[in-house]
């Protein structure tokens, strides 16, 4: 069937989930597994997310690094690996990057602003938003169409 155009045997479902946890957890367990004999092919679709969706789940993606950046104050159960540090997983430049992002986003949750002034130390450089940073061309396009997102959100 690959030759052929299948679009007429293929059924398609659009499956909005709350959290992105979620359709990670979806994603991860349904990908290429087989349901009836035909496999299931799960896939993100960005293009169909709200602006309000977007800058959820940004928010929520940037609470879970500002969580990775101070794990002595998550909310959650502690995880911690003996030996390890959080910040050394991470290059210099990702944590400037994520201090500047933080400091410039300290008017979106206020109770989380003494955390920010505590990577601060740290010195901050700023990058190209026009410069591909992974060598998957997807998740360059990706970055770009959050950029956009971005911009829309910024500007209302």
């Known amino acids: 069937m690959d030759a052929e155009d299948c679009e007429q045997y293929t059924d398609v479902y659009w499956i909005k989930f709350r959290l992105v946890s979620n359709a990670r957890f979806a994603k991860r367990k349904l990908d290429e597994s087989i349901f009836l004999g ?7 679709a960005p293009h ?15 609470k879970e690094v500002f969580a990775r950046l101070n794990p002595g104050r998550t909310k959650g159960p502690k995880v911690h690996n ?3 540090s959080s910040q050394a997983s991470l290059p210099a430049s990702q944590i ?3 201090s500047q992002h933080l400091n410039s986003n300290q ?4 109770g989380e602003s003494q955390n920010v002034h505590q990577i601060g130390d ?4 700023r990058v190209s ?3 591909d940073y992974f060598p998957s061309q997807s998740m360059n396009q990706t970055v770009r169409l959050v950029r956009e ?5 910024k500007n209302l």
């Not at 035909?38 to 993100?44: D, K, M």
């Not at 309000?52 to 940004?58: C, E, H, N, P, R």
């Open 129 to 131: 938003s026009d410069q």
């Open 96 to 98: 400037d990057h994520v």
């Open 48 to 62: 169909f997310e709200t602006v309000s969706d977007t800058k959820d789940k940004l928010e929520g993606r940037r």
């Open 82 to 84: 003996a030996g390890t």
């Open 38 to 44: 035909n496999p299931l092919q799960v896939s993100y």
């Open 122 to 125: 740290l010195p901050i450089t």
């Open 107 to 110: 008017s979106w949750d206020s």
């Open 149 to 153: 997102k971005l911009n829309k959100v």
